[in-house]
Every structure is written in structure tokens, then in C-alpha cells.
């Protein structure tokens, strides 16, 4: 149950498009579409961006877009936006019926 | 509006024990699985536990199974978390999360900090 592999930062100009990447295995983000993206500002409890790989909830801007190839989900938002600077998660579904979570990317808008 | 309040955190030695709850509100808490996240000081989210709707399935990420234990009562709409054998690297917020026959989280709560000091 080793969590997945996230790059601790990624940062950005307002406008510009940026991809957090998920890098798991076989028996989690390679062997399910159960994938999930969450976005936690400081000091509030995480929200529910991307689910199935790709579905974006009811109210969730559509600058938010996931994608999966193999082991490696991603995240990509498009025209960062100043509102967007927070922590993101990745977790998914495993072959043993448990969860897993990403080690979580620090977004940070230049 | 689908709410979750947890409780029961608090301050305990290493070794000791705490029970966590969770009151759920603004949905059919029977038809829900459970689950109990948490969230280190500064570090990232950990699920910890869950549940299935009737109570029938638990599962446990290693680092906890055999020392916590996830229940529920769905006639109190509640979930609950008896944490025991606690160490300092349980120190955390713990946060309740519901979904229903889906594999993510699209409900939680505000969470409750449990501390393991001396």
C-alpha cells in the first residue's frame, strides 16, 4: 500500500496550462478507472475535483481535466487562474478493495 | 445537504486509546459506505478504513489493522472509529468521508484532530 507518486510542486503563470502527474501500479491506477482528484486549500478538508479518471462533479469548473495512460493518471488545469493555488491529491481504487492516496502536488500560481 | 460531523479527538498518551464518531446527516446514511481519511500535520491524506453499507465488509490500510476498528450504526446514522495501541505517528486529523456505489470520496466532513503525546 505505497502511497502514489505525485511531484511535490508545480507552479504557473495565470492562463497557462499546467499537468500533475499520478504514478502508480497494476494493481491501482493501471488496473481500474477508479481514479480521483481532490483539491485542498489550507485549513479546509479536501474537495472532490475529478472522479472515474475523468468526470468532473456537478459545480466543478470545467478548467479541470483528468486523463490516465497505463500506471500514470494526470491532472491538467487550463488557464490557471489565482483561485486554483492549493494542495492536490490524486487517489485511487485498489485490487484489495482498499484506497490509496498521492503524495499530494503543491500548486502554486506565479 | 449531506453533512458529517466528527468528534472524539483529542489529546492521548502513546498506548492509549480513543473512539472517534462521526454523525451523518442529509442523506440515506443505510445506502452510504463509510470511510476514515486522515491527514498528518503538513503532510498529505492517508484513508485509513471503511465500511459497507449494512456493516458486512471493513477494510483496514496496514498500518492500523489489528489496532483500529471501523463500525457503524445506521440507526443513529453514525460511524465510528475505536482507535487503540495508539503511537505518535497516529497524530493526525481524521476526517469521515461518504459515497455511495462509487469509488471516490465526494463528501466529507470538517474532521477532528487526535494528538498522541506524553
Known amino acids: 500500500q505505497s502511497a502514489l507518486t505525485q511531484p511535490a510542486s508545480v507552479s504557473g503563470s495565470p492562463g497557462q496550462s499546467i499537468t500533475i502527474s499520478c504514478a502508480g501500479t497494476s494493481s491501482d491506477v493501471g488496473g481500474h478507472n477508479y481514479v480521483s482528484w481532490y483539491q485542498q486549500h489550507p485549513g479546509k478538508a479536501p474537495k472532490l475535483m475529478i472522479y472515474?479518471?475523468?468526470n468532473r462533479p456537478s459545480g466543478v469548473s470545467n478548467h479541470f481535466s483528468g486523463s490516465k495512460s497505463g500506471n500514470t493518471a494526470s491532472l491538467t488545469i487550463s488557464g490557471l487562474q489565482a483561485e486554483d493555488e492549493a494542495d492536490y491529491y490524486c487517489a485511487s481504487y485498489t485490487s484489495s478493495g482498499t484506497y490509496v492516496f498521492g503524495t499530494g502536488t503543491k500548486v502554486t500560481v506565479l | 445537504e449531506v453533512q458529517l460531523v466528527e468528534s472524539g479527538g483529542g489529546l492521548v498518551q502513546p498506548g492509549g486509546s480513543l473512539r472517534l464518531s462521526c454523525a451523518a446527516s442529509?442523506?440515506?446514511?443505510?445506502?452510504?459506505?463509510m470511510s476514515w481519511i486522515r491527514q498528518a500535520p503538513g503532510k498529505g491524506l492517508e484513508w485509513v478504513a471503511n465500511i459497507k453499507r449494512d456493516g458486512g465488509e471493513e477494510y483496514y490500510v496496514d498500518s492500523v489493522r489489528g489496532r483500529f476498528t471501523i463500525s457503524r450504526d445506521n440507526a443513529k446514522n453514525s460511524v465510528y472509529l475505536q482507535m487503540s495501541s495508539l503511537r505518535a505517528e497516529d497524530t493526525a486529523i481524521y476526517y469521515c468521508?461518504?459515497?455511495?456505489?462509487?469509488?471516490?470520496?465526494?463528501?466529507w466532513g470538517r474532521g477532528t484532530l487526535v494528538t498522541v503525546s506524553s
Open positions: 468521508s461518504s459515497y455511495h456505489d462509487t469509488y471516490h470520496f465526494p463528501y
Open positions: 472515474d479518471v475523468t
Open positions: 442529509g442523506f440515506i446514511f443505510s445506502r452510504y459506505w
